[in-house]
């Protein structure tokens, strides 16, 4: 899969530590609005939606490698933004890359915006 990728955070515009461990931030990335969540050791990407309650996850919280929903408390995992298995559902997940620069999302790309 080809993915464009955009940045989150610029480390020498936005410091080495942008985002506190262990904590959520709703951004807008490239006209999309994500959650960003950052754990001790990586960040992560998700739609800042709720598929079924419209509530916007970077207002949740994070239990044990999972996203809460602040509306109605669905969880889903951070890494691959599936809810549980009796919901069958799933927040979109996007790809994060973090190197010497920055942190980046990864969005696909699409035939017509190659």
Known sequence: MSLNWYPIYIFEKDGYEPQPINSIRGVKVAGKEIC??????DYFAVKDKCPHAGGRISNGWCEQQQIVCPVHRHKFDIHTGKGLPEHGDYLEHYEVLTN???????????????
């Open 36 to 41: 960003v969540i950052r754990t001790t050791n």
């Open 100 to 114: 010497t620069q920055g942190v980046f999302v990864g969005f696909k790309k699409h035939w017509w915006n190659k």
